[in-house]
């Protein structure tokens, strides 16, 4: 007997060891996604916010969440404040659900639907319009329990009172306090009073919306703080899976936890947890590193989004951007960027959400190349959407900066003061690459434009401009646009500013390859490496060869990537993301 | 524990006077700008702070006309407890409070030269509405039209853009309440793209119209209630925005066509009042006494511009206000007469009003355009009607009443509007930072115009923490009565 017990506590230790461990790895290997979490949250100090959020049901568990979601700033203090909560959910749920020895192990169910809920969300993180999402339903969770810990502790006769008093705190804990009436109502035998608690249960919603909410729309009611994953043009499934499993497991661990006291629950509750987290986990490296680009690009920390760029295998079209920007700063735009790699791959996803560049770091693009206007109206049009977080705050802040709006610097870092974390924040000094080309840039009347082909035709056409960064961009853009009339004009222009110099790598490259496929057009003779001239003929040699009837554009590219995937060249004929024609890959190619 | 919190944030601090201070020599920078300002006998306190990052604390010392004092102060910021400021108001009525100031800063007191809240006679209208909506561009969420109680700091809502929403994708988006005399009974809104249609308040019934007709270039847009009948004046109008890629104002808002209708309440029936195909006619507005109609009319642009983009004509764009007689009785109107002149002097007007007596033509001017709220050189002119003896007033006419007081410098200043007893104007500036639109009050009495103020709110500092702009604020001597969800329901007819 006791060696069964010795056994059985054995087992139990381990498989929560277990559990611990493999929490602390998922929250280790995400600490990139919590700080942007802390990046893409909204929390604003003061009335309006406070007010905006408690108008709506389960709004103060939001706000609360709102403010600790700022604790991610130092992604291992959120975690580790994310992690205690869990922790007591483990304490006070077995105390809730009165789960003695290895039954309680069943309480890491829900502790790995909380951490699903908090490592599943892939690209939603860029445009997720809820409050406080990553700490409110552990927050309200945890607050549930409690309610059922007390209630339980009370005598049987009791419970009506706190039926009701669930339909009364719903405005707080939405979802939660209909969570609280149904766990209470099914561990008891059914009598009178359960009865009474399924039926407030069951119109908790509508009467809050007839007495209270009636300025909401009832969808919005019902089920408050509910995670819905919806935006005008996307809605997604899995991410709201774990809250459903949630709701299932403690209602399951309601009606049979007293009968779970079994040695094997607390390995099988382990296995299941890990093998929940590990499905549901969205894993990815280039979303991993798209975020420490963005990290690093935002304090102009351009060696590091460099030193990421050159690692990366497939970089998506946000990190191409970026590590352009990089190059601009760092030198080596026309050496070294064809090098790296200018073909953005598709960000992987595992619904139909869309997620662009104008998603992950549109503003901090547009504000680097000198489009201040552009990049305030894209800041404003996300952050009017999405929530005035720090990343929105400080980019308004900077363009503010860029602009000489003094005043409104001031209004935005005073707001950013309030966070724990930005109390002494100020814009950075603008640079002079950011001065220089504001000034390439004429005045003239747009529409809404927001893609990215936007900022290459833009920048693209700043060939006459007597700016020396903007002569580079103008001619590094029109080869992005393998566009041979764009690019003669900026080759000139590029040469006559930067008289004495170096005629770079990749614009060599270019100039080979127009003389070569263009020359009816007007061009001009320069001397070009041997070496460079050489391999083009080598490219071309090789190309003519792979060209076979029924062979597709993809396979030659996937075949002379290896070899000349560094070149200008391979980029024009593989790669090109941003010329009239555009190559499909799966097309065949023609001669 | 509720009680205790609600207990302890109802204390209010008085605050002891420094017993030594330096002398600053100057009146303090104080936020909002209170100094020497002349206010409402009615409105809400004048709470303000100073600087949070030049000073530690502040303390200031309210003296009324019959002699009483008292202090305030908790950390940088003053806030008055609605019942004494009220007390305040009542024993300085046509007299001045004195207001003494001091911050702390770095451990040492300094005291600032005192200033004075001088309070009229005359109240403010109770009651005031606005659209909050982000200063944003083409995207936009959640919008509401909202009423504030300008006695007090109550702020309730009328309508949001979510509860009868029934196409995420579409969105929907609110705009242009419109009062008939200061009165809620009479009233109308539009709700644009989904779920759509005019709401119009008849009498306190509600109802959902739908104005755009086959002989209307659109629904109508920029509404004015006739003062006694119900009729409606609208701009029918082809809006359209783009944006400067490189200008301080950044948003431009033009209309491709513009006419103008006439909606009758009672029989839901449109005629057209003007439709030149040529010209662009928009922000209609009715005398006091309902027998004229003012409008802003476009004039036409250069022979060698005619036929261009107007991307690259809008500069040119420009309009003159004028009027046109109206017949109650037959429902026809006059001809045509030109009131102002602005194109003359290479300038732009726009949003008229004539003040309640009839006396004063108040309305925002700019060097182009019809959307002054984005363009920075936008000002309030006002212009005495005795002036306007059937030929054309022109910019020398706006010299008359003196507006510096009221305008800013250098931000839009736009969307005027006069109180119900003609002695408060109001409008909407950008001035605290280029960016966000708040509501500033003026007094006005025989010509003579007084500082501006900014519309008080109980913490002084919810100006920065509000990231939205009051758009469209209208003057209402009443509450709107009709809850959301009673408009609502007329969506689900």
Redesign the interface.
Known sequence: MINISKVSNGILCVSLLAFISFVAYILFINQEVFYTAHDRSEF??????FHRLLSKPFGLIQYVGAWLTQLFYRPALGAGVLAAIWALIFYVGSKAFRLNGSAAAMMLLPVACLLTSVVDLGYWIYIL?LRGYWFSQSVGYLAMLLLLWVARCTPRKWHIVWYIFGFVVYPVLGWFALLFILCLAVVEKITWREIVGIILLIFAALIWHRLFY????FD?VVFAGLPRF????DSSTHASIPFWVLGGISILISLCGRYLDKWIVPALCSVAGIIFVSSLMFKDKNYIDEMRMVRYAEDDNWKEVLNIATDAKKPTTTMVFLKNIALMNEGGLLDRSFKIGNIGADITNPDSLFVSLLSIASPLVYYNYG????A??LN??MA??KG?SPFYLKMFSRCALA?G?E??V??YT??LHHHPFYANWKPAKVAKNVVDL?RA?????????NSDSYIVNTVSLWRDSDIKVASEQALFYSMLRCNSQCFWPSLRNYLKMHEGGDFPLHAQEAYILFVDRAPEEKRMMIPVEEEIYNRYKHFCDILSKQVKPGKTIGKVAEEMREEFGDTYWYYYFFGRQYSNTVNSKDSEIAS | MFGVLLLLSSCVSHPDVPSASKDAKCQPDIFPDYCDVTVPCNIAPLNFMLL?DKFDECVARFTTADGKQQTYGDGVKVQIPEDEWHDMLDASKGKSIKVEVWGKKKGEWLSFKPFEIRVAKEPIDEYLSYRLI????????FMEIAQRNLTSFEET?IF?N??T?ND????QCINCHSYQNYKTDNMLFHVRLSNGGTVIVNDGKVSRVNMKRDYTISGGVYPAWHPTAKLIAFSTNLTRQ???????N?I?VYDLASDMILYDVTTDSVTIVSNDPELLEVYPTWSPDGKYLYYCKSVPLPEEMRDKDI?TT?PKVQYNLYRRSFDLATHNFGDEELVYDAASSDKSVTLPRISPDGRYLLFAQGQYGCFHSRHRDADIVCIPMDKFSGSALTIEASSYVDLSSLNSKGESDSYPSWSSNGHWIMCASRR?????SRVYFSYFNNGKVEKAFLMPQ??P??N?????SYNRPEFMVEPVKI???EFSKVFDR
């Open positions: 604003i100090f003061g009335a309006p916010f319009t009636s300025n909401l729309k919005d919806v935006t005008p043009t489009l201040m206007n552009e305030i109206r404003f049009e009017e959407q005035f602009n709006d005043k409104l001031e209004r005073t707001l504001q840039y004429s005045d003239e009347l747009t529409g809404v434009e | 949070k982000e200063p944003t561009y083409v995207a936009w969420s809502q949001n979510e509860i929403m995420r994708a579409k969105g783009a944006f400067h890629t490189s200008n301080d950044k431009e991307r809008y605290d930072d280029g960016n966000y109980e913490d500092e919810y920065t923490f509000l990231l939205k809850s959301v969800d």
